[in-house]
């Protein structure tokens, strides 16, 4: 017998004793047994409980000692950070008992309904004049900003936090383009860490704080 199947089976047994007892012992027979009942259920959400844990830290531990090294290898080292903090979102459902569990919608409620979910909002403008910002994998070089892209997620990442910038600009050494095409570099995280410059334009421009402001 399936753990699911145990509910419907004591359902049934309830039910059974109660029908054949005389009518003025039914309510209470129903009344004693409903703590039983009740037990039961809670027994059952434990061990939901204990194999929704176990099924996640599996995949956590897989992600991070199985595909990590190939996506590294293959990708690199930038690439293989979405697996880690892939494996540290599982980590996090399993600490946090309140985050419910997804119920997708089933496809002809999918084909019925329209329904919209804001997952992130953003805005991307040219800039310049801007100071430079330092290169994140060579020290000697910086990037002349030209353009940013602010992103807003609705809920923060675990990692990455609410807010993440993309500063696209050009390759600098010494106060010269080192070459034509254009780089870039990614910021997330505590806007302390940020550059100065950069964090005030991430504070201007979040909806959060406008909507605090019309409120």
Same mark, same amino acid.
């Not at 047994?13 to 037990?39: F, G, I, M, W, Y």
């Not at 696209?168 to 070459?179: D, I």
């Given at each position: 017998?399936?753990?699911? =199947?145990?509910? +419907? #089976?004591?359902? *049934? ?24 009942? *009740? +037990?039961?259920?809670?027994?059952? *959400?434990?061990?939901?409980? +204990? ?42 459902? $399993? ?6 569990? $997804?119920?997708? %919608?089933?496809?002809? *409620? ?7 979910? %804001? $997952?992130?909002?953003? $805005? ?7 100071? =430079?910002?330092?290169? !994140?994998?060579? !020290? ?13 997620? @609705? ?23 080192? #070459?034509? !095409? ?16 950069? /964090?005030? !334009?991430?504070?201007?421009? =979040?909806?959060? /704080?406008? @909507?605090?402001?019309?409120?």
């Amino acid at each position: 017998m399936s753990m699911d =199947d145990r509910p +419907k #089976h004591l359902d *049934a047994l309830l039910t059974h004793v109660a029908d054949n007892l005389p009518d003025e012992e039914t309510e209470s027979a129903r009344a004693q047994l409903a703590p039983l009942a *009740a +037990k039961f259920r809670e027994v059952q *959400a434990q061990e939901r409980a +204990k194999l929704r844990g176990a099924t996640l830290g599996a995949a956590a531990e897989h992600l991070r000692n199985v595909l990590f090294p190939k996506v590294y290898d293959d990708a690199g080292q930038r690439t293989a950070e979405g697996v880690t903090r892939a494996a540290g979102e599982l980590q996090r459902l $399993i600490a946090d008992p309140a985050v419910p569990t $997804i119920t997708w %919608p089933s496809q002809r *409620a999918l084909d019925e309904a329209t329904f919209d979910v %804001p $997952i992130s909002s953003s $805005i991307r403008y040219a800039v310049r004049g801007r100071q =430079d910002v330092p290169d !994140e994998y060579n !020290e000697t070089r910086t990037i002349a900003p030209t353009e940013i892209t602010l992103t807003y997620r @609705a809920m923060p990442d675990s990692q990455l936090g609410r807010v993440h910038a993309y500063v696209k600009g050009w390759w600098m050494h010494n106060g010269a383009r080192v #070459h034509s !095409e254009a780089v870039g570099r990614h910021f997330h995280g505590d806007l302390a860490g940020w550059p100065d410059w950069l /964090a005030d !334009e991430a504070r201007k421009h =979040d909806p959060a /704080a406008t @909507a605090e402001e019309q409120s």
